[in-house]
């Protein structure tokens, strides 16, 4: 991903990349951007450019137990939290750069119970819970309160952000959905992508991927039967 263009292309040196990364290590070196930027020694140009840009903080809910803090472009929008599948958010406050925007970010992840990062294998799991729209609220408000008391911080500013709508879940009942984690075959019908998770109806059972290991990767369309493996069952994909 070019981040001055927006724009995508295939690795030039059609490099498989690692198991736990995106992209391999000279498209890492070409993006020229790390969301981890204050842990690094120095920045790029690039990188430079975009933290001189306004960053809002905010705080993601997730499920029941599961809320973070995060940082994103201002300019962004909300995609950065619908890439990361956050079912409702607060944002905080705009700051005028993604600097001034992480002193924040790192006191409100000194706080128990607020998570920096979710990981996707995580996500997986919390989709199963159904979204109660007025517990989630209730979930960031608490936590408002407990910014406020250990760290004397006030948003004025603040504003709920509702991602679900997003989703296209349509009230579909995920308790029972399979996680296909390992599966390199994706079967079914689309019927919705929460963040990394997209979720397909395959006769009847909802199928949860994590897209992000498909990319990357050729996609090869199937004609005619093969099998996939669902847990515990066989069934051909047609």
């Given at each position: 991903?070019?981040?001055?263009?927006?724009?995508?292309?295939?690795?030039?040196?059609?490099?498989?990349?690692?198991?736990?990364?995106?992209?391999?290590?000279?498209?890492?070196?070409?993006?020229?951007?790390?969301?981890?930027?204050?842990?690094?020694?120095?920045?790029?140009?690039?990188?430079?450019?975009?933290?001189?840009q306004?960053?809002?903080?905010?705080?993601?809910?997730?499920?029941?137990?599961?809320?973070?803090?995060?940082?994103?472009?201002?300019?962004?929008?909300?995609?950065?939290?619908?890439?990361?599948?956050?079912?409702?958010?607060?944002?905080?406050?705009?700051?005028?750069?993604?600097?001034?925007?992480?002193?924040?970010?790192?006191?409100?992840?000194?706080?128990?119970?607020?998570m920096?990062?979710?990981a996707?294998?995580?996500?997986?799991?919390?989709?199963?819970?159904?979204?109660?729209?007025?517990?989630?609220?209730?979930?960031?408000?608490?936590?408002?309160?407990?910014?406020?008391?250990?760290?004397?911080?006030?948003?004025?500013?603040?504003?709920?952000?509702?991602?679900?709508?997003?989703?296209?879940?349509?009230?579909?009942?995920?308790?029972?959905?399979?996680?296909?984690?390992?599966?390199?075959?994706?079967?079914?019908?689309?019927?919705?992508?929460?963040?990394?998770?997209?979720?397909?109806?395959?006769?009847?059972?909802?199928?949860?991927?994590?897209?992000?290991?498909?990319?990357?990767?050729?996609?090869?369309?199937?004609?005619?039967?093969?099998?996939?493996?669902?847990?515990?069952?066989?069934?051909?994909?047609?």
């Open positions: 991903m070019n981040f001055e263009n927006h724009c995508g292309q295939a690795c030039p040196e059609q490099a498989i990349a690692e198991t736990k990364y995106e992209n391999c290590i000279k498209c890492r070196d070409r993006r020229g951007f790390n969301p981890a930027f204050y842990h690094a020694n120095s920045v790029l140009t690039r990188q430079e450019k975009i933290n001189q306004p960053h809002f903080v905010y705080l993601a809910y997730f499920a029941p137990g599961a809320i973070k803090v995060g940082i994103s472009q201002e300019k962004r929008g909300i995609r950065r939290l619908l890439e990361q599948g956050a079912r409702l958010a607060l944002k905080l406050e705009t700051f005028t750069s993604a600097l001034i925007a992480r002193q924040y970010e790192a006191k409100i992840a000194s706080l128990s119970g607020i920096e990062t979710v996707a294998s995580k996500k997986l799991g919390l989709i199963k819970h159904p979204l109660d729209t007025a517990a989630a609220e209730k979930t960031l408000a608490d936590a408002l309160v407990r910014i406020h008391h250990q760290l004397g911080l006030d948003f004025p500013n603040r504003e709920f952000i509702t991602c679900e709508d997003y989703f296209h879940t349509d009230g579909r009942d995920l308790s029972s959905v399979i996680d296909m984690t390992g599966n390199s075959t994706m079967a079914g019908t689309v019927v919705s992508i929460i963040g990394p998770i997209l979720i397909t109806d395959y006769d009847g059972q909802l199928l949860a991927y994590n897209v992000k290991k498909f990319i990357g990767y050729q996609a090869q369309a199937v004609d005619g039967a093969i099998d996939i493996a669902i847990p515990s069952t066989q069934l051909a994909l047609f």
